[in-house]
């Protein structure tokens, strides 16, 4: 099954909205923001819980629980992915929600912020009984979802096989072939080429513009990578083809090290062959989580879980550069200690933002009717993360304040400049 990372597990010192709102609020301080437009900015427009009752195999009937958070249509459409896990909750989507809104602004696509989820262990469904419910949370959201409305889009635990129900469902509902109600389908079906390793490319991207800043060799650096899901193992390939050698990786089997290098298109056909999982690799040394994350290199990219860096392991962390693929991987209460540290944090808003950039190409491509080359999606996407990079750190800069908060401040400004120019009908 292809996926955009791994299930989170929550033992942070905050609920990920907490996480979020701690960096919202000081965002907010910087821009002075009016309180009514903070009242608005931090209250999601529609929070839907529906029930999805299935059929199960054996003839009984179970009922799940699903989710989508519409946390913002100021700037268009929103737009966000669905999470497949057995501890997702109302919480943690609202705050996937709002993070959402402010990656579009900060790349500045034309897009809200959603996201979805649905409570279950897809690893316990066969297949037939995840169609189901993937199918049934479709229909049961056919009012919602819409390409000018919103357009969902791979999370955890899901992929294009997912996306491609999600078309066919809401396709058979409005009696009529609609490509650009969903991202990530397979390209076969109205998929953009690149979609795919978009997320890993652009952490590639901003990783090497990290690197530019600092004065870093690729060729002379050293790069852990956490999570082996889509996103971990394409940046971890894709900085290799720049020569960077990468010294360690992980999965939920646990996580390798080798400080000669591990090859990266060795340990993914290892994956490939072996239930998509590290278990049993040998071509490095197995140790644990806790060590990967705080092994010496130049680069760390956590790209699996959230809340992996919090004030108990940040003070430890021997990086020079992190690069976050995942969402929240770093709790808010962590922020200050890597900041005394001097480590340069790449945001999740901006460093993961390569998939909703080319879901939104996506998106254009499929109300066009006309479908670019990988090279034209590739380019187009390296523009956009090189002038995010830059704008995000020159808010910073101005601000004298770390990439993070100048992320936030560039998307929440560039929210609430539409919201002011929209003002509040009634
Ligand atoms: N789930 C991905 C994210 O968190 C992609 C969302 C999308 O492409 O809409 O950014």
Not at 33 to 45: R, V
Not at 59 to 72: A, D, E, L, M, N
Not at 125 to 140: G, P
Not at 360 to 369: I, L, T
């Amino acid at each position: 099954m292809a996926q955009d990372a791994q299930a989170p597990v929550m033992t942070g010192d905050d609920k990920p909205f907490e996480s979020m709102m701690r960096r919202f609020d000081i965002a907010a301080d910087i821009l002075e923001l009016d309180p009514g437009i903070y009242e608005y900015l931090k209250t999601p427009e529609k929070q839907v819980i529906i029930s999805i009752p299935i059929a199960m195999d054996d003839g009984s009937i179970q009922v799940f629980k699903g989710y989508r958070v519409i946390h913002s249509t100021v700037r268009g459409p929103s737009k966000g992915g669905i999470r497949v896990t057995n501890i997702v909750n109302l919480n943690e989507v609202t705050a996937l929600a709002a993070w959402m809104t402010w990656k579009c602004a900060v790349v500045n696509i034309p897009f809200g912020g959603a996201k979805g989820g649905i409570k279950c262990d897809p690893s316990r469904l066969t297949e037939t009984q995840y169609e189901k419910i993937i199918r049934r949370y479709t229909a049961n959201l056919s009012e919602i979802f819409g390409p000018d409305k919103d357009v969902p889009a791979p999370d955890v635990n899901t992929g294009e096989r997912e996306m491609g129900w999600l078309m066919d469902t809401y396709s058979m509902h409005v009696r009529r072939t609609e490509t650009a109600v969903v991202t990530g389908k397979p390209v076969i079906m109205g998929g953009s080429l690149g979609r795919r390793e978009a997320t890993g490319r652009g952490v590639m991207i901003v990783t090497l513009a990290a690197m530019r800043k600092l004065n870093l060799d690729p060729k002379q650096s050293t790069v852990v990578v956490q999570g082996f899901g889509n996103v971990g193992s394409a940046a971890a390939g894709l900085l290799q083809a720049q020569g960077c050698k990468i010294i360690g990786i992980s999965d939920v089997t646990g996580a390798y090290y080798n400080k000669k290098g591990i090859d990266i298109s060795d340990a993914m056909a290892f994956a490939a062959k072996n239930k998509r999982t590290l278990a049993g690799y040998t071509h490095a040394e197995k140790i644990t989580n806790a060590e990967l994350l705080e092994l010496e290199c130049d680069v760390l990219i956590p790209a699996a879980l959230e809340d992996q860096i919090k004030p108990h392991n940040a003070k430890n962390i021997n990086a020079k550069i992190i690069c976050e693929g995942a969402n929240g991987p770093t709790s808010a209460l962590a922020d200050p200690i890597l900041q005394e540290k001097g480590i340069m944090v790449i945001p999740d808003i901006l460093a993961n933002a390569g998939g909703v950039t080319v879901s939104y190409f996506e998106w254009v491509q499929d109300r066009m009717g006309f479908f670019w080359t990988e090279k034209e999606v590739n380019e187009r996407l390296e523009r956009i993360m090189l002038e995010s990079f830059e704008a995000v750190y020159n808010t910073a800069m101005v601000h004298k304040q770390p990439l993070r908060i100048g992320a936030y401040v560039l998307g929440i400004d560039r929210v609430a400049q539409v919201l002011k120019l929209r003002g509040i009908y009634a």
